[in-house]
Nanobody, 129 residues
Framework: QVQLVESGGGSVQAGGSLRLSCAAS????????MGWFRQAPGKEREGVAA????????YYVDSVKGRFTISTDNAKRTLYLQMNGLKPEDSAVYYC??????????????????????WGQGTQVTVSS
């Protein structure tokens, strides 16, 4: 089980930026597929972005492409999500997650929630119009 602690959420106006961070406890951090998910009230949790730290391969949901950037500092075992051009529809609780060992990042499965065995506590992002 990987311990994950998010930080960096908050409230911004539309068009603003926020950067989320997620500190991970895993000793083999770079071998885990790491992802960011979000869940708005009354909606299902959806994958926002994922990264395979060892290779730097990234994946994004279409609605955030060009606005959000997922990155990682492997030495610090920290995952980031830089969010620019925020829109009111981006408002949600954002979760950091790590896939179970052996579950890798693939284009067809990067956002499969069932593959992720570790989740952070979530951080609220609110974007006002």
């Amino acid at each position: 089980q990987v311990q994950l602690v998010e930080s960096g959420g908050g409230s911004v106006q539309a068009g603003g930026s926020l950067r989320l961070s997620c500190a991970a406890s895993a000793s083999m951090y770079s071998t885990y597929c790491m992802g960011w998910f979000r869940q708005a009230p009354g909606k299902e949790r959806e994958g926002v972005a994922a990264i395979y730290p060892l290779l730097g391969t990234t994946y994004y949901v279409d609605s955030v492409k060009g606005r959000f950037t997922i990155s990682t500092d492997n030495a610090k075992r920290t995952l980031y999500l830089q969010m620019n051009g925020l829109k009111p529809e981006d408002s949600a609780v954002y979760y950091c997650a790590a896939k179970r060992p052996g579950y890798y990042c693939y284009s067809g499965s990067w956002s499969d929630k069932g593959d992720f065995g570790s989740w952070g506590q979530g951080t609220q992002v609110t974007v006002s119009s």
